[in-house]
Every structure is written in C-alpha cells, then in structure tokens.
C-alpha cells in the first residue's frame, strides 16, 4: 500500500507536466517563430541598410546660344528720324605737352618686343577695315584726348586738365569689345559689323554702329542673366539633391544599426528560452530520477 502511494505522482507534479511544460514548449515555440521572423526582418533590413544610397543626378543646364544682331536689327533702330545736329563748336584750345629733356646718359637698349599674337594682329586688321568705312571728312574713329585749361588760379596761371576734346565712334566698338575677354569672341564680333556696315548708306553709319553696340550690348547683358539664372537654378538643385543624399544616408545607417541589434535580440532572446528550458528539463529529470531511487529503497 505504501509502495502503491509512493508511486502515485503529487498535484504539483500533475500540474507541472499536464500545464507548465506544455505551456512552456507552446511558449518556446511562438517565441522561436517570433525571433525567426525578426531575424529574416533583420537581415532583410541589413542588406537594405548597407547597400549604400545612390546619389540623385542633377543635368546641367543648357548654355544659351552666342547673341547676333542682324542688318534688320539696325535697319530698325536707326529708323526713326535722327535729332538735329547740335552746333559745332570751337574745340577749346589744346596745350601743348613740355618737352621732355634728352638723358645725357647713354640709354640702354630696349628689350625685344614680344612675338605678335596672330589673334590680335587679325582682330587689328579688321578693326583697320571697319575703320576704312567711315570716311574722315564726316566722322572721327579715334576719341582725341588732351589736357584743357579750366580756369585759372589767383595769379593768372592757367590750370589744365585731361579731358575728352572730341568723341569718335570707337567708343562704340570698345563697348563691345570689352564684354568678351577671348580674343575669337572679339573677332567674331567685328565680324559681324562688317556685314553690316557696307549695306547702310554713308550718312547713316554713325548711327548704325551706335545702334549695333547698343543692341549687342543689351543682347549680352540679357544672355548673361540667362546663364547666372540657369547656374543658380543648378546649384539649388545640387544642393538639394546632396541634401536628400545625406539624408539618406544617416537614415540606412541609423536602420544598420538598429537591424543589428534586432538580430542580436533575436539570438539573445531564443538562448535565453533554450536555457530555462533546458533548466527546466534538468529539473524534471533530477526529480523523476530522485523518485526512482527512492522507490527502489
């Protein structure tokens, strides 16, 4: 009877064989499933997050053409009748510049002058033949320059000054010419002057030339509106593109690093539930193996 007794199992042992290890293995399971999952998310997240991002490609943008002024151009703006002719009147009187005295000194000889640029030789030959168009007894090409007495001082003693005696129409040609720094641009300018000169009537050249500076003039200033418009729109795309970049960036290195710690949880998570079960198991075993000794008693 009393054998009969021993062999019966207690309540807590019913308990934990029907319920806690059942429960237990249940547990195991759902939460093996549940670190299986995380751990594909993980990976899955991982090779996302190290692939690095690929930076969004910004097209230049496209340069304007080169500017043109047409014959119709300055046919149209010498059009309207010219203003009447302001008197002329008498240049003031030009001083003579001192005469510089000879060095008694034996001067030493000048350096070589440099080799001619073919460029500028070509670009003066043509300014030579624009020149040739306007005829000396109507125009003057060259600005002439001198000193000019202003006043007096309270001796008597004149006072010059240098200033512009007459103006001549290459002030019109040098307007143009100093918006290009390349010697080809300059050249295909005077290039395109000389197309149109020879077609206006004689009288009508002073003003052609002025209208042709003044329309090449605006053409440039606005073709370089154009440009500076285009290449701050570039920056600005530029800028927010290296901005989504680095946006992206810090964004899959902040999701590398928290896919690694969902895989080391994972890890960690199913060994700890391996461990107490296996703690349990052990228990169980020592238990089941402490009643058979005493049975066997």
Not at 73 to 88: L, T
Request: charged content about 30%; proline content about 9%; some cysteine.
């Amino acid at each position: 009877m009393a054998n009969t007794q021993q062999t019966k199992k207690g309540p807590f042992e019913l308990l934990e064989k029907k319920i806690v290890f059942v429960v237990s293995r249940i547990f195991f399971w759902v939460l093996c499933i549940i670190a299986g999952v995380g751990f594909v998310i993980a990976v899955i997240l991982f090779l996302y997050n190290i692939i690095p991002p690929i930076k969004e490609g910004v097209a230049k943008p496209k340069m304007p053409p080169e500017i043109t002024v047409s014959l119709a151009d300055v046919q149209e703006a010498i059009k309207p009748p010219p203003p009447p002719a302001p008197k002329v009147e008498k240049p003031p009187e030009v001083a003579k510049a001192p005469e510089t005295p000879k060095p008694t000194e034996e001067a030493k000889p000048a350096p070589p002058p440099p080799p001619p640029d073919p460029l500028k030789l070509a670009l003066d030959a043509r300014i030579d033949t624009l020149k040739s168009y306007f005829p000396e007894s109507l125009y003057t090409w060259a600005t002439v320059r001198g000193r000019v007495q202003i006043r007096t001082d309270y001796w008597g003693n004149p006072i010059y000054e240098e200033r512009i005696i007459k103006l001549g129409l290459d002030r019109h040609l040098n307007k143009v010419l100093a918006l290009y720094d390349q010697m080809e641009q300059k050249i295909n300018a005077v290039k395109e002057i000389l197309g149109i000169i020879p077609v206006i009537a004689v009288n009508d050249r002073g003003k052609a030339l002025e209208a042709w500076a003044d329309l090449r003039t605006q053409k440039e200033k606005a073709r370089r509106r154009e440009i500076r418009d285009a290449e701050e729109e570039y920056e600005s795309r530029q800028s927010v593109a290296e901005m989504k970049y680095l946006q992206a960036k810090a964004k899959k290195a902040k999701g590398l690093t928290q896919s690694l710690r969902m895989l080391g949880a994972g890890f960690v998570g199913v060994a700890i539930i391996g461990l107490f079960l296996c703690f349990l198991a052990i228990e169980r075993n020592t238990r089941t193996l402490q009643a058979l000794l005493e049975k066997e008693k």
